[in-house]
């Protein structure tokens, strides 16, 4: 399955997996060598610990190699009336005006107004254009955004 990302958001995926491959690395052998010189791995807490810490590192670490595998990077068509992955879209609704820029899952936060493509939200709009007024049903119940502008 495809992953969508902006530019910047691929380069930050990359550099985290960078990270992890040499630093975070690096941090979790010596803590495993410092655990190992304590004497009996057996009843070792702090050796468990990080060979649990090292398991979660490396399962990351394919799980961001298998994702940059399937990375698709977001090229906006600049001329296009409809909200497509990349856009940002200017819309009002009962909460007042908002702007959502629609990215692919892994780059989504929503507190900060990025939102999946895969999302409730973020499927309404995709397609749309200008003037469009879709329907969405939260937790809280159904509310109407009308699009303003699409970037």
């Given amino acids: ?3 969508y990302f902006s530019e910047e958001g691929l380069e930050k995926l990359k550099q985290e997996l960078e990270d992890l491959k040499t630093a975070k ?3 979790i052998a010596a803590r495993l060598e410092h655990a190992k010189s304590l004497g009996d791995l057996s009843e070792n807490a702090e050796y468990q610990e990080a060979k649990e810490e ?3 590192l490396e ?3 394919v ?19 409809l909200v497509q992955v990349g856009s940002t879209v200017r819309v009002t609704s009962e909460h007042g005006e908002e702007n959502f820029t629609i990215v692919g899952s892994e780059e989504a936060d929503p507190q900060s107004g990025m ?3 895969e999302s409730p939200l973020g499927k309404a709009f995709l397609g749309r254009k200008i003037g469009d007024t879709v329907e969405v ?3 809280g119940g ?5 699009i303003l502008a699409i970037k």
């Fill in 63 to 81: 799980e961001i190699e298998e994702i940059l595998r399937n990375a698709v990077i977001i090229k906006k068509d600049a001329y296009s009336s």
């Fill in 142 to 146: 159904t509310v109407h955004y009308s």
């Fill in 115 to 117: 939102i999946s493509n």
């Fill in 137 to 139: 049903k939260t937790p």
């Fill in 54 to 56: 090292q398991s979660l």
């Fill in 59 to 61: 399962s990351r670490i």
């Fill in 1 to 3: 399955m495809s992953e």
């Fill in 25 to 27: 690395r690096h941090e």
